[in-house]
């Protein structure tokens, strides 16, 4: 579910968004790079639905940069780490920057959410998987030993499994992670043409996704990923309700505290049924050695 901000948190969003937007407003790409060098802060991407234009450019930056087949992608796969969803819209409005003509759809980028505590991570029992301090969500495939709980786990329906090759891997977006320690931008950001996608440290890109918020009454008071699974390095603004668009409800704490929860319980519950069985089977010991009914033996 989408977090909903009332006025008082906008005004103190808006606030905070003073030298967040100044870095990202008036000064050049660059600038967000300074993160990188300092490691003060995670690096995210602010998606902003209302500005996409569905031009599917992130999409095809994403598969020349990976070398994988060019061509236009309708879900996650193997080969398509990334690519961007169509939804119609059940009420035609006008869209910021297609005016009329975007009406009656609404266009946005889709790919893994890197989570602030990824459920992938926590469930991969062989440490396949790792959050970086920097932000991406990574995978070390010379670990991974194909179990697929990191499909189930993770709440957004991310990763993929190579069902065809002879050894199979996981695959999904690592957030351009190697670009990253290059200082260069995610190549999906870098080939955006309408600012729809921007990079850059996660408190920034909050204040400026609150920022655009309150400046436009269109967008939705709400931004996806600020707290959804315990917050994630991917954001999304809309000026459409995020339920319209088809956005998965995920609940607000961190996935792997269930997964903790569930263990934390298990030894008393195999406690409990061990005494249990240990009881029933006295009760049928001692009533095998009880003479027949009657007194005959």
Not at 156 to 161: E, G, I, K, L
Not at 195 to 204: E, H, I, N, V, W
Not at 212 to 236: K, M, N
Request: charged share 15%; with cysteine.
């Amino acid at each position: 579910m989408a977090v909903r901000l009332n006025r008082r948190q906008f005004l103190q969003l808006a606030a905070a968004a003073g030298a967040g937007v100044t870095v990202l407003s008036a000064a050049p790409p660059v600038a967000a790079r300074a993160g990188w060098a300092t490691g003060t802060a995670a690096a995210a991407i602010l998606i902003d639905i209302a500005r996409c234009i569905g031009c599917r450019s992130c999409e095809a930056a994403c598969k020349a940069y990976h070398n994988f087949p060019q061509g236009e992608a309708r879900d996650l796969s193997p080969t398509a780490w990334t690519y961007v969803r169509t939804i119609a819209l059940q009420s035609p409005r006008p869209h910021l920057n297609l005016g009329d003509g975007g009406a009656g759809r609404r266009t946005f980028k889709v790919q893994c959410m890197h989570c602030l505590t990824p459920a992938c991570a926590s469930a991969c029992p062989v440490a396949a998987l790792q959050k970086t301090p920097q932000g991406p969500v990574v995978y070390d495939a010379s670990r991974c030993i194909g179990c697929r709980y990191c499909m189930v786990a993770c709440p957004f329906q991310v990763p993929r499994f190579e069902w065809r090759s002879p050894l199979p891997r996981i695959t999904k977006c690592n957030m351009c992670a190697e670009r990253q320690q290059r200082r260069e931008l995610p190549a999906c950001v870098e080939a955006c043409p309408v600012g729809a996608l921007q990079f850059g440290l996660r408190p920034a890109l909050l204040a400026e996704a609150a920022r655009r918020i309150s400046a436009d009454p269109r967008y939705v008071p709400a931004i996806f990923g600020a707290e959804e699974a315990g917050g994630t390095s991917v954001l999304y603004i809309s000026d459409v309700p995020f339920e319209e668009l088809g956005f998965p409800v995920v609940v607000c704490e961190p996935l792997p505290a269930y997964t903790w929860r569930v263990l934390g319980k298990l030894p008393g519950i195999v406690l409990t049924l061990g005494a249990l069985l240990t009881a029933v089977e006295a009760l049928a010991r001692r009533r095998n050695t009880l003479p027949p009914p009657g007194g005959a033996a």
